[in-house]
């Protein structure tokens, strides 16, 4: 069976600092990558996704990047934290192929002080 | 540019009776649907889905309707119970690389 690990669970960092959260998938091969953000009250925002080895999108141009460097494997990262970079991220996966999937991590509470 | 809209962030209902949470898009390209729920500090968890063809899918207690012409779908939970008591959010995809989410919607069913 598929699963999807998210690490930290939880993350404080000082303004400035950078950021490294990763996102591994199990179980399938050529999954979709997905980076998405819960900011307090809000929604859930797209920032990036990726549909192979080296292929990002990039949804809200922002102080973030992410980086895909095997398959099974998505980097969400910064060189400089804002204070409005802090929230809840989720990375989520799905097939190549058809609808089907768009399953999420248990995600990283980033708050930025 | 909300693509997705949940107008209503909050929803109280009794144990037992129907919950309907609605959505509403903007986008004619989309062609599938899904709703999740979301419990706090966690990754969201799907519940159920439609594709563009269909105008209504169930799955036990849950069902959603589409109305294509009007660009609104709801989710329908019948009957309500107390676990059920989550954030929703609905999600719409148009040629299946990614979802776009809506704002949610708080359910909060009492006993």
């Known amino acids: 069976s598929q699963t999807i690990h998210q690490w930290p669970a939880t993350l404080v960092q000082p303004v400035g600092s950078p950021l490294s959260l990763e996102c591994t998938v199990e179980g399938t091969s050529n999954p979709n990558l997905y980076w998405y953000r819960q900011a307090a009250g809000r929604g859930l925002q797209l920032l990036f996704y990726s549909v192979g080895i080296g292929q990002i999108s990039s949804e809200v141009p922002q102080n973030l990047s992410a980086s895909r460097p095997q398959d099974r494997q998505f980097i969400l990262s910064s060189k400089k934290l804002l204070l409005s970079d802090s929230g809840f991220y989720l990375c989520a996966w799905k097939l190549r192929e058809g609808p089907y999937g768009y399953t999420f991590g248990s995600g990283t509470r980033l708050t930025v002080v | 540019d909300q693509q997705v809209k949940q107008n209503s962030p909050s929803l109280s209902v009794q144990e037992g009776r129907i919950s309907i949470l609605n959505c509403d898009y903007t986008n004619s390209m989309f062609d599938y649907f899904l709703w999740y729920k979301k419990y706090p500090a966690e990754g969201p968890t799907f519940l159920i889905s439609?594709?563009?063809?269909?105008d209504k899918n169930e799955d036990g207690r849950f069902t959603v309707f589409l109305n294509k012409s009007a660009k609104h779908l709801s989710l329908h939970i019948v009957p309500s119970q107390p676990g059920d008591s989550a954030v929703y959010f609905c999600a719409a995809s148009g040629g299946f690389q990614k979802l776009v989410f809506g704002t949610g919607t708080r359910l909060l069913v009492s006993p």
């Open positions: 439609i594709s563009s063809i269909k």
